[in-house]
């Protein structure tokens, strides 16, 4: 994405960061008449976006949280208009399919477990996505190649896909025509807090700015004290495969297979703490192949054509972090590990407390206070 500020190297409200969470709230910003730079620190940042698995899911999350289980049902049931409106400003179809999404359980006992889950969060949070628990007939009738092994699952009528480069693309060229300035291969190399605004070095030149989001992943952790903020995340891996285009099958994603628009199945199911290893291993992803082809007998045939390790931003509870400072006054932060689910609430929701400096109570619950002692946040 090329093009030129609206205000050379002086803007109303610069983000740092150009994956999916940065590029919401860009967009967000820049739809509510701001001018926006979004930095974008390059091939060499951790880039969780390009591993992500582009659900829009619902079902089972915020267990812990209400809150979060709200929070994620509000974008999920924002993200039709989302994506329409970010078709008309980009040209860019994002292939949404919301018709839902399925968990499948291969044991009598993971499906009562998952069921009991399900019904603790429906009792602390009944307005949110009511969740079905389906035998394994029920599942066959929706998906007729699901294999023996499946006992039941749960179905969630909210949940859904998208693809996952078009979201990229289309978040890209509608900031670009909203007229935000992007500054590629721009990692932060000194943030300073002036009179007004902030002072921003990078090695393509200096940006002012009168306000800032910090909405950089894992890079948060380091650029947020700078602010007077916190941003406790953690990378956690997860392992992801992609098959040769196959007949469609699949007609709802599944937590931990999806057949994408095009053709190909990715196959996703793992969560391991190896600090800033992006690797990927055979022992992992032959696991993962194992339990899809339980899943999906047919896959035991498919050829596996891409496979990779991406690094998850994750904080302690696994929640959102939102967040804006009191000493550093026009600072705020923004990190999640759910950036497609939650895009659409960053560029209405998020944007919208940013550019108006009023912090709805439906975010109040994500502060990093939570975590005990950290920069006091209002």
């Not at 839902?100 to 069921?115: K, V």
Request: net charge neutral; proline share 5%.
């Amino acid at each position: 994405m090329a093009g030129q500020s609206r205000c050379g190297n002086d803007c109303d409200i610069a983000v740092i960061g150009g994956g999916v969470v940065g590029l919401s709230v860009a967009y967000g910003l820049a739809s509510r008449g701001l001018a926006v730079t979004l930095l974008d620190e390059g091939d060499v940042a951790y880039r969780a976006s390009r591993g992500n698995f582009a659900l829009v899911w619902v079902q089972g999350k915020g267990i812990d949280l209400p809150d979060y289980a709200r929070w994620t049902m509000g974008s999920a049931a924002a993200w039709k208009n989302f994506a329409e409106t970010l078709r008309r400003d980009s040209g860019i179809d994002l292939a949404l399919e919301q018709r839902g999404g399925l968990m499948a359980c291969l044991s009598e006992r993971e499906l009562e477990d998952r069921t009991a889950q399900m019904s603790r969060l429906h009792n602390a949070a009944p307005d949110c996505a009511n969740v079905e628990t389906l035998d394994h007939r029920q599942i066959k009738e929706l998906l007729p190649e699901i294999g023996p092994d499946v006992v039941g699952g749960t179905f969630c009528r909210h949940d859904g896909h998208v693809n996952a480069l078009r979201l990229f693309g289309a978040l890209h060229e509608a900031c670009l025509r909203r007229g935000i300035a992007y500054r590629p291969n721009a990692p932060v190399e000194a943030l300073v807090q002036m009179a007004n605004g902030f002072r921003i070095a990078t090695p393509s030149g200096e940006i002012r700015a009168r306000r800032l989001v910090l909405a950089a992943g894992l890079g948060n952790a380091k650029l947020a004290p700078l602010v007077g903020l916190a941003a406790p995340v953690r990378p956690q891996r997860g392992q992801v495969m992609v098959t040769e285009k196959l007949a469609p099958f699949l007609k709802f994603p599944l937590g931990t297979i999806r057949q994408t628009d095009e053709g190909g199945v990715m196959l996703g199911d793992s969560k391991e703490e190896v600090g800033f290893d992006t690797g990927s291993s055979h022992q992992v992803l032959g696991t993962i192949a194992a339990h899809a082809v339980k899943v999906f007998p047919l896959l035991a045939g498919a050829q596996i054509v891409r496979s990779w390790g991406a690094l998850r931003v994750m904080s302690p509870d696994g929640y959102p972090i939102y967040d804006r400072s009191v000493s550093c006054p026009g600072a705020y932060l923004v990190t999640c590990h759910s950036g497609v689910t939650l895009a659409a609430a960053h560029a209405s929701t998020i944007a919208e407390a940013i550019a108006t400096d009023i912090w709805p109570d439906a975010i109040a619950a994500f502060s990093a206070r939570r975590f005990g002692d950290v920069p006091a946040a209002a």
